[in-house]
């Protein structure tokens, strides 16, 4: 997700009565909670490498145990290089475990959307995909501001449970990204069906991809081990599926030669899910991924090279 969503998300903790516990609460939840993209540098590498090294490694199991300790004791060091009779005191165990909570916050929630997580790197290189939620959300961004305004706004003025918004809004955004669950789960399975009676082709993999706004909404992707085509879903059940199939020319060959011939190749085709492979007769390939065909991506997810006979 966007680092407002996980900012957010770290403020509404918060204010659902975690920040009374200790000092520096606050920081440290919204801190934790965008902890894990400290691989973003990876993107001043240039090229597609930073593709296969986003979500890894900083989202995987033992970042999720170092990075909270390194917060921690960053957090304990600032309050002792500035001490403040207007915070409450430091909680040593509280502090730890709110940067805990925080930081395992951010994998959760990138897990959601389509672009893929490696949830156990370094001990597996395995892809993990929610499909469930677009990378930017209006309806979460909205409830999150919502509960935080109307949360801090109680508090400040002293009336009623200022608690109360927050786990209100923790418990909307919840009920939301199940029933999101629910929507991807009924798309892909209608998307199935009506493929395998449309053309008789049994899909290997069909893929929910959230759109924005409207998310009632699915864009389908398909394909088996050969062809690739599209559709549309939406609530409460209509399935529709484009009736062009179309070779994807992804087979094992052809993938091991772009690999060789590109230096970007090994790691966007580590990130790419459902590789498109378009070739002319001079040899000039372009690899795209089925779930970014829209040009609006423009060419961050797509390769280009020369591959010989």
Sequence with gaps: ?????????????????????????????????????????????????????????????????????LLWAAMLAWAKWRPSEKRLPIHKGWLLALAYIGTISHPALDWLNNYGIRLLEPFSSQWFY????????????????????????????????????????????????????????????????????????????????????????RDMQWRDDTVYGYGWFTLPGDAFVHGKVRPHGADRLTLSHIEMAAEDGPPYLFWSRMPIVERDEKGNVTVRDQRFLDPRAGDRFSLKTTVRP
């Excluded at 009374?20 to 590498?45: Q, S």
């Excluded at 400040?156 to 955004?173: D, L, M, V």
């Excluded at 449309?198 to 991809?209: E, S």
Aim: aromatic fraction near 8%; charge should be positive; include cysteine.
């Design 130 to 217: 929610g499909d469930t939620i677009f990378i930017i959300d209006i309806w979460i961004w909205a409830a999150l501001v919502a509960s935080v305004w109307i949360s801090r706004r109680r508090e400040k003025r002293g009336t009623g449970n200022w608690q109360q918004p927050a786990w209100f809004g923790f418990t909307a955004i919840c009920a939301y990204i199940f029933a999101n669950g629910l929507i991807t789960e009924r798309a892909e399975r209608m998307t199935a069906e009506k493929v395998e009676v449309q053309t008789g082709i049994k899909p290997t993999l069909v893929v929910a991809n959230a759109v924005p706004v409207q998310f009632w909404k």
């Design 1 to 69: 997700m966007d680092n407002l969503t996980h900012s957010l998300a770290g403020a509404v903790l918060g204010q659902m009565g975690m920040k009374t516990k200790t000092g520096l609460a606050m920081p440290t939840l919204i801190i934790a909670a965008n902890l894990p993209d400290i691989d973003a540098v990876a993107t001043l590498l240039g090229g597609h490498t930073h593709l296969a090294l986003r979500r890894g490694v900083t989202h995987g199991p033992i970042a999720l145990v170092i990075l909270p300790i």
